[in-house]
């Protein structure tokens, strides 16, 4: 029986009725297997994996709705119900992984004769047993539990804070210079006769990129970087600690230390060296470049004496139109975000040898949500929902989300894109952020034909998954590329010198861009292994440290900072991959970029085996070598 993508509810259907529904199926399906695991009956390596299977299946689908769903849905009632199973799902698969009887029952099993997949499922699930405390005494394995349970309920009131709390600043009619017509006609004065702004992407980042009057930019920042002040900073504070609890109760010294056990890095002491190492490369390109943002500044304003993070953006702007007359203005015309998102989707589909089937009458959570289901060959991978649009009650971010795992043989992979982006023209710098998003999804299909769910899809190391995405965004910046979807109102194609101004000023100012990637790993993982009283001032600090901008009054970024969740300490991961997208990137063809051989390739050796290598074997499969920091470098300075 041929297999078909999840079946939503219609917009206007019973969610909440379907919600509970879905996910209490699964969760039932997950107990099946964990009581079958327990009857007793004689089973061979390959049939006890076999029903450990069922159970990932069944408990990583309800975790992947609920993150999804928890973020998206317009309905607060069912986004409420998605976190309570989150909760429950994360429990539940605690209690499976810290079972006494299981562990037993697999550590017995003889490996012999196994499948290459599943022996190496095999050996995870023997890690992943010990890293969950199962050899800890009854007592200390539900203290385990316990702050688990506890962590993730804070991570989602964490996450929550930020997305609900929409702050906005009013200003005089005035104060809009600079800012695109269209933007300025979207935003009309109030009977006040003044203008509302809020800390929504498409009115922030116009806003700190082409506002002249400084202090309003400095004014919407602020406010931006206060959201969910001062709330987070208690649940961080509580979070950091309950970390730190957990690693020492597993036998770690510090929560970073137990988080890197399943990364590339395995070990804090990499992740520090990594950070020593990337801080000495990139400081003095990121003091150069902020010599060359503050002229610019001055040169428009005399009396500005520092360039904060209010006033990067436009500094930015303000080079990019002196030194390699690129107004990103320009660009927008031939960005239209339909063309866009068509664009994309024709690309990879050359790429990949993907093809893409909009389903116009597809069950979705709100109706401005595309859908796709996706196939290789003729062979369905699955379906994609892109929601692009903001909305109340909606991820702020943009990001990747899973929906359901896919299963060879089982069950298709279902996954989202939650973005924010503007219903108008992009800026190249938000379709920057599509592809990479969009890199996610491709990944995800495409090594989504795994007999574990455990080893499908995006299942290799986390401080790798940023590496495929950080890769797809250099199609972004190709002429060839963008001209087969990039036309103005007319059908002309953005002009080839266009873009290669717009990537020789792209070039320019990746020294302060890293600079300030690295506060923010700083603060990621600092944070957790010095846990200090004061967090606003620790963060203070290692902005001077990392940092070469300067600092803003009244700035408390810690607490809108939502890696601080999913990522925790690690997210130094962004830069990680960057180094090794870097290396990957060197091997294709700049003139080629559709270059089917190299695409298939690298479609091939590192997308589709998913979890079943080691991440730096995927890349060496690639490469013919290990990843090296010299194409990194070569990219921080623009060659």
């Given at each position: 029986?041929?297999?078909?993508?999840?079946?939503?509810?219609?917009?206007?259907?019973?969610?909440l009725?379907?919600?509970?529904?879905?996910?209490?199926?699964?969760?039932?399906g997950?107990?099946?297997s964990?009581?079958?695991?327990?009857?007793?009956s004689?089973r061979?390596?390959?049939?006890?994996?076999a029903?450990?299977n069922?159970g990932?299946?069944?408990?990583?689908?309800?975790?992947?709705?609920?993150?999804?769903?928890?973020e998206?849905?317009?309905?607060?009632?069912?986004?409420?119900?998605?976190?309570?199973?989150?909760?429950?799902?994360?429990?539940?698969?605690?209690?499976?992984?810290q079972?006494?009887?299981?562990?037993?029952?697999?550590a017995?099993?003889?490996?012999?004769?196994?499948?290459t997949?599943?022996?190496?499922?095999l050996?995870?699930?023997?890690?992943?047993?010990?890293?969950?405390?199962?050899?800890?005494?009854?007592?200390?394995r539900?203290?385990?539990?316990?702050l688990?349970?506890?962590?993730?309920?804070?991570?989602?009131?964490?996450?929550?804070?930020i997305?609900?709390?929409?702050?906005?600043?009013?200003?005089?009619?005035?104060?809009?210079?600079?800012?695109?017509?269209?933007?300025?006609?979207a935003?009309?004065?109030?009977?006040?006769?003044?203008?509302?702004?809020?800390?929504?992407?498409?009115?922030l980042?116009?806003?700190?990129?082409?506002?002249?009057?400084?202090?309003?930019?400095?004014?919407?920042?602020?406010?931006s970087?206060?959201?969910?002040?001062?709330?987070?900073d208690?649940?961080?504070?509580?979070?950091?600690?309950?970390?730190?609890?957990?690693?020492?109760?597993?036998?770690?010294?510090?929560?970073?230390e137990?988080?890197?056990q399943?990364?590339?890095?395995?070990?804090a002491?990499?992740?520090e060296?990594?950070?020593?190492r990337?801080?000495?490369?990139?400081?003095?390109?990121?003091?150069?470049?902020?010599a060359?943002?503050?002229?610019?500044?001055q040169?428009?304003?005399?009396?500005?004496?520092?360039v904060?993070?209010?006033?990067?953006?436009?500094?930015?702007?303000?080079?990019?139109?002196?030194?390699?007359?690129v107004?990103?203005?320009?660009?927008?015309?031939?960005?239209?975000?339909?063309?866009?998102?068509?664009?994309?989707?024709d690309?990879?589909?050359r790429?990949f040898?993907l093809?893409?089937?909009?389903?116009?009458?597809?069950p979705?959570w709100?109706?401005?949500?595309?859908?796709?289901?996706v196939?290789?060959?003729?062979?369905?991978?699955?379906?994609?929902?892109?929601?692009?649009?903001?909305r109340?009650?909606?991820f702020?971010?943009?990001?990747?989300?899973?929906?359901?795992?896919?299963v060879?043989?089982?069950?298709?992979?279902?996954?989202?894109?939650?973005?924010?982006?503007?219903?108008?023209?992009?800026?190249?710098?938000?379709?920057v952020?599509?592809?990479?998003?969009?890199?996610?999804?491709?990944?995800?299909?495409?090594?989504?034909?795994?007999?574990?769910?455990?080893?499908?899809?995006?299942t290799?190391?986390?401080?790798f998954?940023?590496?495929?995405?950080?890769?797809f965004?250099e199609?972004?910046?190709?002429?060839?590329?963008?001209?087969?979807f990039?036309?103005?109102?007319?059908g002309?194609?953005?002009?080839?010198?266009?873009?290669e101004?717009?990537?020789?000023?792209?070039?320019?100012?990746?020294?302060q861009?890293?600079?300030?990637?690295?506060?923010?790993?700083?603060v990621?993982?600092?944070?957790?292994r010095?846990?200090?009283?004061?967090?606003?001032?620790?963060?203070?600090?290692?902005?001077?440290?990392?940092?070469?901008?300067?600092?803003?009054?009244?700035?408390?970024?810690?607490?809108?900072?939502?890696?601080?969740?999913?990522?925790s300490?690690?997210?130094?991961?962004?830069?990680?991959?960057k180094?090794?997208?870097?290396?990957?990137?060197?091997?294709?063809?700049?003139?080629?970029?559709?270059d089917?051989?190299?695409?298939?390739?690298?479609?091939?050796?590192?997308?589709?085996?998913?979890?079943?290598?080691?991440?730096?074997?995927?890349?060496?499969?690639?490469?013919?070598?290990?990843?090296?920091f010299?194409?990194?470098?070569?990219?921080?300075?623009?060659?």
């Open positions: 029986m041929p297999l078909s993508p999840l079946e939503l509810p219609a917009v206007d259907a019973d969610w009725g379907w919600a509970e529904a879905h996910t209490r199926a699964l969760i039932d997950f107990h099946a964990v009581a079958a695991l327990k009857d007793g004689p061979s390596a390959a049939e006890v994996l029903l450990w069922d990932d299946m069944a408990i990583g689908d309800v975790a992947a709705a609920s993150e999804l769903l928890s998206v849905h317009p309905d607060e009632a069912v986004r409420k119900l998605f976190e309570d199973r989150a909760r429950e799902a994360d429990r539940l698969a605690t209690e499976r992984q079972d006494t009887e299981l562990y037993e029952l697999v017995a099993l003889e490996p012999a004769g196994l499948s997949e599943a022996s190496r499922r050996t995870r699930l023997l890690r992943d047993f010990r890293l969950a405390g199962v050899h800890l005494p009854a007592e200390t539900a203290e385990v539990a316990a688990d349970e506890r962590i993730t309920e804070l991570s989602q009131d964490f996450s929550r804070n997305r609900d709390d929409v702050r906005s600043v009013r200003l005089a009619p005035e104060r809009l210079a600079g800012l695109p017509a269209d933007w300025i006609a935003h009309p004065v109030d009977e006040d006769g003044l203008v509302t702004v809020t800390t929504d992407y498409p009115d980042v116009p806003f700190r990129t082409y506002a002249v009057d400084a202090d309003a930019r400095r004014e919407l920042t602020i406010a970087q206060n959201r969910a002040w001062p709330t987070n208690g649940i961080l504070a509580e979070l950091l600690e309950l970390r730190a609890q957990k690693a020492a109760l597993l036998g770690f010294g510090s929560w970073a137990l988080d890197s399943t990364k590339m890095t395995g070990s002491a990499a992740i060296e990594f950070i020593a990337l801080h000495e490369t990139v400081a003095p390109q990121a003091q150069a470049d902020y060359v943002l503050l002229a610019a500044l040169k428009e304003d005399p009396t500005q004496a520092s904060d993070f209010s006033a990067n953006m436009h500094a930015l702007e303000l080079v990019r139109r002196a030194e390699f007359d107004d990103t203005q320009l660009a927008r015309r031939y960005l239209d975000i339909a063309k866009v998102r068509q664009g994309l989707l690309v990879t589909s790429l040898g093809q893409y089937s909009e389903v116009a009458d597809a979705r709100h109706p401005e949500v595309h859908v796709y289901d196939a290789a060959g003729g062979a369905p991978l699955g379906r994609i929902y892109l929601d692009l649009h903001p109340d009650g909606k702020k971010h943009a990001a990747a989300f899973g929906l359901q795992q896919g060879a043989g089982r069950q298709l992979a279902s996954a989202a894109l939650a973005c924010n982006f503007n219903r108008g023209p992009l800026l190249h710098s938000e379709v952020t599509l592809f990479h998003e969009f890199g996610h999804l491709v990944h995800q299909l495409i090594a989504s034909r795994h007999e574990f769910a455990a080893l499908s899809g995006i290799t190391e986390w401080d998954v940023e590496a495929p995405s950080q890769l965004e199609w972004a910046w190709d002429a060839g590329v963008l001209q087969t990039a036309t103005d109102d007319d002309a194609p953005i002009p080839a010198d266009l873009v101004r717009m990537r020789a000023a792209n070039a320019f100012g990746r020294g861009a890293v600079a300030r990637q690295l506060y923010y790993t700083a990621s993982y600092f944070l957790h010095d846990r200090p009283a004061d967090r606003t001032e620790y963060a203070r600090r290692l902005q001077a440290e990392y940092d070469v901008l300067a600092p803003l009054p009244d700035d408390h970024q810690h607490v809108s900072f939502g890696h601080l969740t999913g990522y300490s690690a997210y130094y991961t962004y830069m990680w991959s180094v090794i997208a870097a290396d990957l990137f060197a091997s294709f063809d700049r003139d080629d970029m559709f089917e051989a190299a695409a298939h390739r690298y479609r091939d050796l590192v997308l589709a085996p998913g979890g079943t290598k080691d991440a730096a074997e995927l890349v060496e499969d690639f490469l013919g070598r290990p990843y090296a010299g194409a990194f470098g070569d990219w921080l300075a623009g060659k």
